[in-house]
């Protein structure tokens, strides 16, 4: 008799356990669901090593992007709107590295790759919000080289403090309005599943875990590949017309090489990885090309914001100056 009882309370509790991973958002429900995320699939050594190069990696990323935006802050030679602009894509490269990197750490050093339900969703808020605000920064960055090179004249004029305050504030509001339309549209969502193909939590490997239509979670997501799309296309329409530019003066040529080529890389490198995995996600096979697959879906995580403040600062000779005076009166207070 007891032994029944036993039974049937094992069966009862694994039946919560199944209903629970159905719905996570059930209300009365005291249990937590947990994803299992994708693996490395190496050795603890290599795990080792794996976790102390990114462990170094986080951290030169931090430096590199606090340094050139703390530069900017302190020399006014810098407070130009191309320089603004620039520490406002440091900052979200911090803000993206901060995202990824610390859950990335601890699958490293564990066996099993597990993460919460509420975890999974910060997650996905934190590394959207950095996509969408780091495409709609760099299309600001287009347009300030543009009016810069196409109408130097105006510059100025144009580019008035009040304009530069609102379009660093644009990327932001829009890169959160996109990520909370995302959310409520997910989170709504009753699971099947639990398994999620990918190093880290996306929107669309868990939209994909639902046990309901998700028609409306993939037109919202067409809609955000033709917003970005948009925002590609006037930053290709913006070079078309620096580039015509260029042809015509010796000057601009040089000012182009300086103040554009830096963003082209930038923008070329970040385009091509995050559009990669955007269309492996919804279109690859999951059973092939595993590695090629992880290293594009954290490239654009990790690259980015590493290569950004290095690119500029290597790049731009005011930057690299301020840089300089910087590192030395740091070196000369701790002598």
């Given amino acids: 008799m007891i032994y029944a009882k036993k039974k049937r309370f ?25 994803f299992f995320l994708s693996t490395l699939n190496d050795t603890k050594s290599n795990k080792l090593i794996y976790f102390s190069c990114s462990f170094l990696i986080y951290l030169f990323t931090i430096f590199v992007n606090l340094t050139l935006v703390v530069s900017v802050m302190l020399d006014r030679v810098l407070h130009e709107p191309m320089y603004i602009f ?53 299309t600001v960055m287009a347009y300030d080289r543009y009016v810069a090179i196409c109408k130097p004249l105006k510059y100025h004029p144009i580019m008035t403090p009040g304009k530069v305050g609102k379009l660093l504030l644009l990327p932001w509001l829009i890169s959160f309005c996109e990520t909370l339309v995302g959310y409520i549209l997910m989170a709504r969502l009753p699971l099947c599943g639990f398994k999620i193909d990918k190093l880290y939590c996306t929107s ?26 948009i925002q590609a296309l006037l930053i290709v329409i913006s070079y078309f017309h620096i580039i015509r530019a260029c042809l015509q003066s ?43 697959r992880n290293f594009f879906s954290i490239e654009y995580l990790i690259i980015p914001p590493l290569l950004d403040p290095l690119i500029y600062g290597l790049k731009l000779k005011q ?13 000369s207070a701790l002598m």
């Fill in 10 to 34: 094992i069966k009862n509790k694994t039946c919560l356990s199944a209903c629970h991973l159905r719905s996570p958002n059930m209300e009365n429900s005291s249990h937590e669901m947990f």
């Fill in 86 to 138: 620039l520490c406002n894509l440091c900052v979200n490269g911090i803000y993206g590295a901060t995202g990824f990197y610390p859950k990335f750490l601890l699958d490293l050093l564990s066996d099993s790759h597990v993460i919460s339900y509420s975890a999974c969703l910060a997650q996905i808020c934190l590394v959207y919000t950095y996509v969408f605000c780091q495409l709609s920064n760099l």
């Fill in 204 to 229: 669309w490997d868990v939209v994909k875990l639902s046990c309901v239509d998700t028609s409306v979670n993939n037109l919202y997501g067409y809609i955000i590949l033709v917003s970005n799309f």
């Fill in 250 to 292: 010796k000057a601009e040529q040089n000012k182009f090489m300086e103040t554009c080529l830096p963003h082209l890389i930038t923008l070329t490198t970040f385009y091509v990885s995050a559009a990669f995995d955007a269309l492996y996600a919804r279109y690859g096979s999951s059973s092939s090309l595993q590695g090629l």
């Fill in 319 to 331: 930057i690299r100056r301020s840089v300089w005076r910087l590192l030395s009166r740091k070196v």
